[in-house]
């Protein structure tokens, strides 16, 4: 044990009971909210299905609270246990991602928060994995200026609310035939199918799986 330790013992992330290590789930407070199931996409939108690794209640609902609001960024770690759990399920299916495409925040929002919440949860665990991080989504919401725009994507401005960035697709190593999109949280699956469509557009052969976190749905 290390002096830290005993000086001031690590606790639960949620519930403030002993745990062995800091920034640790009690098994009481981890068993609560896993729910790690598997929903299929619609027949019509490009997402092929969504895995969601937890409920949004107790300990998920005040981490992603903190982690968005209260600027707490630490409290990423927290997500550890349930994409450990996501590893075992990619490995028993046999299944690995050519990319992994985070769901943005918009310019303003990155403003003011200082980071997407969605890359404090996953990248450091998709890096793990060594699958490829490709942030090849903008969301928007008005604040990007027109100018800075190519023609390509102004067309796309007008459509919907999220657009490819040409210059990163361009940096892409190969065209993936298999895509995972990532968020902290689903409900209604809006966002998902709508990066999906956004996705298949440029790559119309591909695969695209979701995974969120927690599920409010
Ligand atoms: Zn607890």
Request: with cysteine.
């Amino acid at each position: 044990m290390r002096i830290w330790d005993i000086l001031c013992p690590p606790t639960c992330v949620h519930c403030g009971n002993d745990v062995y290590t800091q920034g640790e789930w009690c098994t009481d407070c981890f068993q609560k909210v896993l729910h790690e199931r598997r929903i299929e996409g619609s027949r019509y939108s490009s997402l092929e299905c969504i895995y969601i690794l937890a409920d949004y209640i107790g300990g998920i609902k005040t981490m992603l609270h903190d982690i968005k609001f209260n600027g707490k960024k630490e409290r990423a770690l927290g997500a550890a246990p349930f994409l450990q759990r996501f590893t075992i399920t990619c490995s028993d299916i046999h299944y690995t991602p050519d990319i992994v495409v985070p769901i943005p925040i918009s310019e303003s929002k990155r403003q003011i928060r200082g980071y997407n919440q969605v890359d404090l949860l996953f990248k450091n665990w998709v890096i793990q994995q060594q699958w490829c991080w490709e942030d090849i989504l903008i969301k928007l919401d008005g604040s990007k200026p027109m100018w800075t725009l190519t023609k390509e994507e102004r067309k796309q401005n007008m459509k919907g609310h999220f657009l490819v960035s040409i210059s990163k697709v361009k940096s892409l190593v190969a065209v993936p035939g298999e895509i995972l999109i990532v968020d902290d949280i689903y409900t209604t699956g809006a966002t998902l199918v709508e990066a999906a469509d956004t996705l298949k557009n440029y790559f119309p052969r591909a695969n695209i799986k979701a995974l969120t976190l927690a599920s409010g749905a």
